[in-house]
């Protein structure tokens, strides 16, 4: 008898706890479809809210892009009718482009109702510290942008900085790559090019060259002058016009210091320097006319 009073009294546990755990599933049921409606009303909410604002910002998006192509070929084709740098195009084309495509992100993102400000300033703050930390290149590359904007010299163009003289290969954001004349390759920093003085030979269509000889006081300058004018125009680059010229630059105690300015293109200007003195050589020794020798004492001929 007692363990049939201990089985019932068991069997109604089982049956409360059963009925608990159902209560509690039926609980959690209504819970959990609670939560579910409460972030579906939310979200509903938030759609309507912000819907209309996302689809303002997508058409804005939209143009303006469509906008800022065009303006960016409409710059790029100013560029070319004005016959502007072609190193420098297509770099200010990416920073224009690149520069117009970020405020309109952002502004877009401030009519959808992002945090801007906190976005802007940490940016600010990263540029600051990166130009701090390479103030020597952003210097470099700012003068860079100034040479191809500017264009003080060009590639191919022969000039002269810092006592280096050579013809322009490259010109490159940061550096100036020229080929000396002794075939030597040099990198110049465009804020020392930017900085100093710059001698662009090639600016000009022609250069004048400028050589001296020695002429002693025996001899007549009219007649001199003549037989210097036939060597100099012998030389089939010199150029006719401007006309080469000789003339009495100075009086040394032994000689008279004769100038021969003779003119040449840019690209013949060695060509003709060396064959210009070899042919005043040959015609002071075709002619007779005795120089002074280095010791300035006595005269003597020049030799063949």
């Given at each position: ?22 209560n509690g599933l039926e609980e959690a049921e209504v819970f959990s479809m609670d939560k579910v409606m409460e ?33 960016v070929n409409w710059m790029n084709t100013v560029f070319e009718k004005r016959d502007f740098s072609p190193e420098?195009?297509?770099?200010l084309k990416s920073v224009f482009s690149a520069t117009l495509k970020i405020l309109l992100i952002l502004l ?197």
């Amino acid at each position: 008898m007692k363990f049939r009073i201990q089985d019932e009294a068991g069997e109604a546990a089982q049956a409360a706890v059963e009925q608990a755990i159902e209560n509690g599933l039926e609980e959690a049921e209504v819970f959990s479809m609670d939560k579910v409606m409460e972030y579906l009303i939310a979200a509903q909410d938030a759609i309507v809210a912000y819907l209309p604002k996302i689809l303002i910002a997508v058409i804005i998006l939209w143009i303006g892009m469509r906008l800022i192509n065009r303006l960016v070929n409409w710059m790029n084709t100013v560029f070319e009718k004005r016959d502007f740098s072609p190193e420098l195009r297509p770099f200010l084309k990416s920073v224009f482009s690149a520069t117009l495509k970020i405020l309109l992100i952002l502004l877009v993102a401030n009519l959808i109702g992002l945090p801007v400000t906190s976005f802007v300033a940490i940016l600010a703050a990263a540029g600051f510290a990166v130009g701090m930390a390479l103030q020597g290149s952003l210097s470099n590359f700012a003068s860079g942008v100034m040479i191809l904007i500017f264009r003080p010299y060009k590639v191919g163009d022969l000039i002269e900085i810092e006592d280096q003289m050579g013809h322009v290969k490259e010109i490159q954001i940061f550096n100036t790559v020229i080929v000396t004349l002794d075939n030597r390759m040099v990198i110049i920093p465009n804020s020392t090019a930017i900085g100093g003085m710059i001698t662009n030979l090639s600016a000009e269509e022609h250069l004048r060259i400028d050589l001296n000889i020695n002429m002693p006081y025996s001899e007549d300058f009219d007649k001199v002058e003549q037989i210097l004018l036939n060597a100099v125009k012998s030389s089939p680059k010199v150029l006719e016009n401007p006309a080469p010229m000789v003339g009495i630059e100075s009086y040394d105690t032994h000689f008279i210091v004769l100038a021969v300015r003779p003119y040449a293109r840019v690209e013949d200007y060695w060509d003709v320097y060396f064959e210009v003195n070899k042919n005043m050589k040959k015609a002071f020794n075709e002619n007779g006319i005795q120089v002074a020798y280095s010791e300035g004492v006595e005269l003597g001929p020049i030799g063949k």
